[in-house]
């Protein structure tokens, strides 16, 4: 790759006026009062002069030329507010914010002190919008966003509903600043006069819009809420959709020849491509990552070149953006040569931005990098893989120093919450150096920073930042209480977190879940060879679960109902007293487990040292070995695989439920209730072997989400309605896809004949329509779908097969949740599976289950296309019919079915079916 730098060289700059910046430039009124009228001609050319200057980037040149004409107007007049307004904007370009925020106060002042009249009051919306960029591009979103929407009440009486839309569109991205995605959307949806409750936009929708906006010049506007439409879809998750959103916005400035746009545009799509190869990697697909590593680079050079073709207030920040995110690319491929020959190019960009919050965060990226680089690792400033060992201490000193200097720009822009961030990161650079004394103080100028700009999202992590110090210095009281405080601030952010995605700048498991398992961590360290107390264990239990309801309301962007720590026991406690809750918690250094007994209080604890990586190995092994051990399968030869599921298997058993052997046979125990951490969400428990047979022929299983539970209400309706839907065959456009399911005839068969009182969709009467109709007319209390389903971590991935549609969480969240008449208790998916390779797809199904609204789900983990699937399905059901049988007691009893049953005997049959939430 050339630097990118030697390109520019050789493409002419061309400059491009903004037409969002340049709104209020000469407005002066048509309808001009007395005094108005008699204006100069020679302020006239002085005022045609300022915006012929500004139009050419010759920024410095147009400022004497307003103060001039500024001197030559009446100093009370309407059109002396607007050349003070336009001041202010000049002054931006520059990065004067003192000059542009003086000029934006005299025009206030001014209009405030004017009679109220229509052209008033359209001048001083507009000279609020620009006193709302000023105030964005100091850092202070909050108060930009309430200017704008001041701006924006004073709109409706003007007759310029262009500026109004933009105005919207301004709003959107401070909103968007603030973290407020879902506002954002429904603001930018607005712009383009759209409307949808879960933020879609359809394919039709965007070609209509991209052909409308090329017909109407006077809608180019839109493209600007097109783009930051798509970027707000990217921050959401939503990667595809932003994509072809982006793409309609990137056609639309190449055809209008706008390329400060298109830059702007190929920079999104970057960013969307870099999130497409992350999500790539998470689920091990490292062959499809590196193909959008290679689109991101290229998009990103092509947005610096085209930055660089055109003369534009913002083409050196475009270009420093691109330039960085190039870098970071780059140095995460470790291609260390071709990353090393953008740091000088780099440097020379940075000179040349003008003082702002975009410069300042331009400066943290380019010192991040530069650090990462020479010590050769992408992740050296993580929190939990902090590593400088191999920086020298000339380039630590000037890191530190550019920080500093950063931080001391963002004093003087009075953006605390930049300040903070910054501070705290020289703090995390004199921990990597284990200066804990320094790296304390910067923490705590950090923390209070963080308490003045109101940033729990900063707060939290430099309580952890302390907290990490504390423990490093063996103050664990001290930590622990620091932990606690960081964990009480995630608590409170959880509203606005959900809205985020893991490949956005809040990454989830870097910055969120380390916090959880580094206090539980704390909290289980044995101190003198004492026992644990019962209160840290408590506390470990209560943390693990506030992880996953975190975690889950990630995948979900929605905030969960509340719970209740002590429910769960409580209701085990006095509904089934045979009920044993196991919570296994997997640290980096310990595989620790803690038991609830039935009828007793006290928690247990078991604790194995064993490095994680070596656990999860043996994790991803056996959930690889459970899908591929089909005995049908030809090509392979499933005892081989039986054999090894039987190792890891038994090797398992001894991690998590060896060590409570007596203790469960002395409480006469009947049922294990597992409330599973992440790592093992995708491990049916029932595999789980003693050596000697298996655990599902000892005990009932089931899992449930966490402590939340709130109804563990008995399964006592023996004449329940049923309705069953499936697909023995697929449409014709989705075989390529999804293959048939002959067995599902069986199925539905043998389901029908065990509830009788049941209504039947199968194939093409199993549509969405025919699902909600169905379910509108008939209080069902099971709904059993047999048809393809996929479980994922990434919530797009995660569906249901219907005749015309694929079924997402909220389509499925409509369907079963708009009912009025009797909830549904049980929830059976019969062909899904989860994701190949994805180490945490079970959340989908833990999605599925929470979104469904039943208080059981019955699914398999892997699809088990075979007719044993009809004969569990008999088995289980007869048995959810019998006289006093529990869902997990029915569950136990098919799978016993086919254990005993020489043909169905390997775990590829059995062990795929896991029942979460109720098992009563």
């Not at 309430?146 to 509903?161: C, E, F, I, M």
């Not at 400035?253 to 545009?265: F, G, H, I, Y």
């Not at 079924?807 to 994701?835: F, G, H, K, M, Y």
Request: charged share 20%.
């Amino acid at each position: 790759m050339k630097p990118t730098h030697k390109k520019k060289l050789r493409l002419k700059p061309r400059f491009q006026p903004s037409v969002f910046l340049l709104i209020l430039l000469f407005c002066l009124t048509l309808a001009i009062p007395p005094v108005i009228a008699q204006i100069h001609t020679d302020t006239i050319q002085l005022i045609q002069q300022g915006r012929q200057l500004y139009n050419s980037g010759e920024f410095t040149k147009a400022i004497p030329v307003w103060q001039q004409a500024i001197r030559t107007l009446p100093h009370q007049s309407l059109n002396a507010a607007t050349v003070w307004s336009n001041l202010s904007l000049t002054h931006q370009q520059l990065g004067e914010w003192e000059a542009a925020n003086t000029a934006i106060n005299k025009s206030l002042e001014i209009l405030q002190s004017t009679k109220t009249t229509t052209e008033q009051q359209r001048i001083l919306a507009q000279t609020l919008d620009i006193q709302g960029q000023l105030l964005q591009k100091t850092g202070q979103s909050q108060a930009a966003l309430n200017t704008w929407q001041k701006a924006a009440r004073l709109y409706p009486q003007s007759v310029d509903g262009q500026l109004h839309q933009i105005n919207l569109i301004n709003q959107a991205q401070a909103m968007e600043d603030l973290g407020l995605y879902g506002r954002a959307c429904q603001t930018l949806l607005a712009t383009l006069d759209l409307s949808d409750e879960e933020c879609d936009i359809s394919e039709v929708e965007i070609t209509k819009l991209q052909q409308e906006i090329l017909a109407n010049p006077q809608k180019i506007y839109q493209a600007k809420a097109l783009r930051s439409l798509g970027n707000v879809m990217r921050i959401q998750g939503n990667l595809t959709q932003g994509q072809k959103i982006l793409e309609a916005s990137l056609a639309i400035a190449q055809t209008s020849n706008l390329p400060a746009d298109e830059s702007k545009v190929l920079l999104n799509l970057a960013n969307i491509e870099l999130a497409l190869a992350n999500r790539a990697t998470e689920l091990r697909n490292n062959r499809q990552a590196a193909i959008y590593r290679r689109k991101a680079l290229e998009k990103y050079q092509a947005a610096d070149e085209k930055a660089a073709s055109v003369l534009y207030p913002d083409s050196a920040i475009l270009q420093v953006k691109s330039q960085l995110n190039q870098l970071e690319l780059l140095i995460g491929e470790q291609k260390w040569t071709k990353a090393q020959a953008l740091i000088s190019p780099i440097k020379v960009l940075l000179t040349q931005l003008p003082r702002g919050r975009e410069a300042i965060y331009a400066q943290i990226s380019y010192t991040r990098n530069s650090l990462c680089l020479q010590q050769k690792q992408l992740t050296c400033l993580s929190p939990t893989t902090l590593n400088l060992s191999s920086v020298d201490q000339v380039s630590f000193q000037e890191a530190i120093d550019s920080l500093n200097s950063a931080a001391q720009d963002a004093a003087q822009l009075q953006d605390q919450r930049t300040k903070s961030y910054i501070l705290g990161l020289v703090g995390r650079l004199y921990e990597s150096r284990q200066d804990w004394n320094t790296a304390n103080n910067y923490t705590q100028q950090a923390l209070y920073d963080s308490w003045q700009a109101q940033a729990p999202e900063l707060t939290y992590q430099w309580q952890w930042q302390q907290g990490r110090l504390l423990k490093a210095q063996g103050k664990t009281e001290a930590a622990l209480t620091v932990y606690a405080q960081s964990l009480a601030n995630l608590r409170s952010l959880r509203p606005a977190l959900v809205a985020i995605n893991t490949e956005n700048q809040f990454n989830f498991r870097e910055n969120t879940e380390p916090v959880y398992r580094q206090y539980v961590s704390l909290l289980l360290q044995r101190q003198d060879n004492a026992d644990i107390p019962q209160k840290n264990l408590e506390l470990a239990r209560e943390t693990i679960d506030s992880l996953q309801l975190a975690e889950l309301e990630n995948f979900l962007r929605l905030v969960c109902l509340d719970a209740k720590p002590v429910v769960i026991d409580d209701i085990t406690d006095k509904q089934d007293p045979t009920a044993a809750l196991i919570y296994p918690i997997l640290l980096e250094n310990s595989f620790e487990i803690i038991v609830k007994l039935p009828q007793n209080k006290d928690l247990l604890h078991y604790t194995t040292k064993i490095d994680k990586n070596i656990v999860e190995e043996i994790l991803g092994e056996l959930t690889q070995e459970l899908s591929l051990a089909n005995p049908n399968n030809i090509r392979i030869d499933p005892r081989v695989y039986e054999r090894v599921i039987l190792s890891n298997a038994q090797i398992l058993y001894q991690w998590l439920l060896a060590p409570a052997e007596k203790d469960l046979a002395q409480s006469q125990t009947k049922t294990l209730v597992f409330v599973l951490d992440s790592a093992l969400q995708n491990i049916p428990m029932s595999v789980l072997h003693n050596g000697e047979k298996y655990i599902v022929e000892q005990y009932n299983i089931a899992r449930a989400p966490g402590l939340e539970l709130t109804d563990l209400q008995p399964f006592v309706d023996k004449k329940p309605r049923a309705l069953i839907g499936g697909l023995s065959e697929v449409p014709e456009e989705q075989e390529q896809q999804f293959s048939p399911l002959p067995f599902v005839l069986q199925e539905v068969q043998q389901v029908q004949s065990q509830v009788p009182s049941s209504t039947k969709l199968l194939n093409p009467s199993f549509t969405s329509a025919g699902l909600k109709n169905s379910l509108n007319s008939t209080p069902f209390t099971i709904v059993h779908l047999a048809t393809h389903g996929q479980f994922s971590s990434q919530r797009d991935d995660t569906f249901l097969l219907t005749w015309d549609d694929r079924l997402n969480l909220n389509q499925l969240n409509s369907l079963l949740r708009s009912r009025d008449q009797q909830p549904i208790e049980l929830l059976v998916l019969s062909a899904c599976e989860t994701v190949k390779g994805d180490r945490r797809a079970a959340l989908g199904l833990a999605g599925v289950a929470v979104r469904a609204g039943t208080p059981s789900t019955l699914a398999t983990l892997w699809q088990v296309n075979d007719q044993s699937t009809a004969l569990f399905m008999s088995e289980f059901y007869q048995a959810l019919m019998g006289k006093n049988m529990s869902k997990a007691a029915a569950l136990r009893q098919a799978q016993l079915a086919l254990l005993n049953n020489p043909e169905y005997n390997s775990p590829y049959y059995w062990a795929a079916y896991v029942l979460l939430g109720k098992w009563l």
